[in-house]
């Protein structure tokens, strides 16, 4: 009978291209068995597996059942370059594969093997719709093995967070999965020293071990994310003199000017009080309750109040939601971070600005770096279409190595010559005529932008010209599966943030094929190239016909690292055409220069995040004190 597993006789050394070639040849003789069978023989292999976990043999057997339970379910079998790409997870590695080309299914084949030893595997993604919509797709795969598969989401209660992580499979976002580690850390409280007693102590974890965990979209997970470290809140500090504070410092700081008053750090994100700023503030007005805090205190709060006013935009760094709070905008995937504040004061000083209820500044309880988070786990595997450039990083971080598996067909995706306007509106100009000319033709068009108000930019352009488009953007999020799934049609026009530039399989119409696919319009060059490389990536997948182009200008957010004065000179040197066009040659240098220039930068950042989280964790293992617990005395 097909369905009983036979050892492979000689086995080693194998190439993940002829282990691809023998899995997809075992999935075929078990196309005959029934879907019982199936998941006799998984079941019987999956015991087998925890008393002999390196057999290759049995590895290579899972495999071809899990592909096998793909054709039943999906109609299709996974390609051998799947097959490879999952073979190289399953053993610990970090796989580049193109956008496009199916990582969602290969994902099937490492997470069912090592869920298959009942310790638990962890499947984390960028954001909460991918992980929803992939343990929904995927969980008829799994449940067709007898495995079972969870999805951990942000409303959810403990219990059910615990039932999720008792599955053999568990879905959910990496940060989720961080802040459950760290509320698991609350519970148990310290582990030494006298420490006070934690909300909620002698509750039960909602995770187990940290087993297996294969991230998806690794470089926005493992690097984008890992800038700041995952943070929760402790009891608050009195509210009343913090209301008074941040309320007279926004009033105070409208009366600033800038150069003479203070000067605005446009890298660093941070304002300083000139000599005469300071002057200034001193001999502001101050109610009897402000009058209570050192001079110190209130050059800070200004200074905070500054950056809320002149650093921080509406719309594109926050929003401010239907209940009156700030929700902060996460710049690299243009979703709401929900829960998530500013520190040192800062959050509030946008409400003031905002002219909301203050809500109270809270201290910290536990935090942990999302490095130190997925180096917990005994195995960890990665896979996204962007990794490459940041091999040395993964390897450094994580101890990840990374490998590029080559795409299924050759790729039709086609890049047109970038474009470069004086400014913003010659732009969204530009943009308006690109998109009829491509929807004339029948060709659906992905606008990307890099904020909700640059977006909102665009759609006012669009509809001038009498286009119409949907809309997705943070403040949106409701409707993101419907205008994906409508996003391929003929002549659609989608304008969208980065919530669609990274993960969204936009599915085309047979039509839309022949007419020359998806075309993306690029409107920003984003800080971080990987993020740019992915919004491309939603035009020409599996070997589809798609187009891209970027269209940039000298007012985009990029460029705004360089300082006005500095942009103003630019502008004074361009030679633009009638149409406000400058010859891109010339001038998209600049624009791949500044982008190399933020990439070093917050490089370092994270390195010097994990620098100093290595030095506190082996000071906290050499007292025998939990380093995620922030009350312990250190
Ligand atoms: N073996 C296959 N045969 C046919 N279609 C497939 C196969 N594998 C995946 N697909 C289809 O390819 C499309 C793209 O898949 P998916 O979204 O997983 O790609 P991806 O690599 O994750 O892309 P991205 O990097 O943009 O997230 C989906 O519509 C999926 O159903």
Redesign the pocket.
């Known amino acids: 009978m097909t369905a009983v597993y036979q050892p492979i006789a000689r086995l080693l050394p194998l190439s993940a291209r002829a282990v691809g070639t023998i899995v997809l040849r075992r999935s075929r003789e078990l196309a005959d068995c029934s879907d019982t069978e199936l998941g006799d023989l998984a079941r019987s292999v999956r015991w087998q597996l925890r008393e002999r976990p390196g057999s290759s043999s049995l590895r290579i057997e899972t495999f071809a059942v899990v592909a096998s339970a793909i054709r039943r379910v ?1 109609g ?4 051998g370059v ?1 097959i490879r790409g999952g073979w190289q997870m399953s053993s610990g590695r970090l796989v580049e ?9 290969t994902a099937l084949l490492p997470a069912a093997f090592h869920g298959s030893f009942g310790r638990g595997c962890h499947v984390a993604t960028a954001n909460d719709y991918l992980a929803e919509r992939d343990a929904d797709e995927m969980g008829p795969v799994f449940r067709m093995l007898g495995l079972s598969v969870g999805c951990v989401r942000e409303d959810m209660s403990d219990d059910d967070r615990r039932t999720a992580y008792h599955c053999d499979v568990t879905y959910g976002t990496g940060k989720e999965m961080g802040f459950d580690f760290l509320r698991d850390c609350l519970k148990r409280g310290p582990q030494s020293g006298d420490a006070i007693a934690p909300i909620g102590v002698n509750e039960l974890p909602v995770q187990r071990e940290h087993y297996f965990a294969l991230v ?2 690794a470089d926005s997970v493992l690097l984008d994310e890992a800038r700041t470290p995952l943070v929760i809140a402790g009891p608050p500090d009195d509210n009343r003199t913090e209301e008074t504070l941040r309320h007279w410092a926004d009033s105070t700081c409208r009366n600033l000017e800038p150069q003479r008053d203070f000067v605005i750090e446009a890298k660093k994100r941070s304002v300083e009080l000139t000599d005469a700023g300071c002057r200034r503030v001193t001999l502001t007005a101050r109610s009897a309750s402000a009058r209570l805090f050192p001079v110190e205190q209130l050059f800070s709060a200004v200074e905070t109040a500054l950056v809320a006013r002149h650093v921080f935009v509406r719309d594109r760094d926050y929003i401010v939601n239907e209940q009156g709070e700030v929700e902060i905008i996460d710049l690299s995937t243009g979703r709401r971070r929900v829960g998530s504040r500013w520190q040192e004061g800062l959050h509030q000083a946008v409400e003031a600005k905002e002219k909301l209820v203050i809500s109270a500044d809270s201290t910290t309880s536990a935090r942990v770096t999302i490095q130190s988070y997925f180096r917990r786990y005994r195995h960890l595997a990665g896979m ?2 962007t990794a490459m450039s940041a091999k040395l990083e993964f390897q450094k971080t994580y101890r990840l190595r990374t490998c590029s598996i080559p795409t ?1 067909r050759p790729s039709r995706r086609v890049a047109r010559p970038t474009r470069v306007f004086i400014d913003a509106a010659a732009k969204c100009r530009a943009i308006a005529d690109e998109t009829q000319t491509m929807i004339e033709s029948g060709r659906p068009v992905l606008i990307g932008t890099p904020s909700v108000e640059a977006s909102e930019l665009v759609a006012a352009a669009l509809s001038e010209a009498g286009i119409v488009f949907s809309l997705l953007h943070a403040r949106r999020d409701d409707v993101e599966a419907e205008i994906v799934a409508a996003a391929g049609q003929a002549s659609r026009v989608t304008v969208a943030t980065n919530m669609a530039g ?4 936009i ?1 085309l119409e047979d039509s839309v094929k022949s007419a020359g696919g998806l075309h993306v319009i690029a409107t920003e060059r984003h800080a971080s190239g990987r993020v740019d490389r ?1 919004l491309v ?2 035009a020409g ?2 070997g589809d016909p798609g187009t891209f182009r970027f269209v940039l200008s000298l007012d985009d957010e990029l460029l705004h690292r360089l300082g006005s004065a500095r942009i103003a000179q630019l502008k004074r040197m361009a030679r633009p055409d009638a149409h406000g066009e400058l010859r891109a040659d010339r001038w998209e240098k600049l624009f791949l220069r500044t982008q190399a220039r933020i990439e070093r930068r917050d490089r370092k950042q994270r390195a010097m995040l994990l620098k100093s989280e290595t030095k506190s964790l082996a000071a906290c293992e050499r007292m025998g004190i939990d380093p995620n617990l922030e009350w312990c005395d250190l």
């Open positions: 999906f299709f079998e996974p390609y799947q594969m193109q956008t496009g080309e199916g990582k969602t299914i998806d979209e996204t279409g299924h990274r993960g969204t399989d599915r992915q990536g939603r997948r599996q």
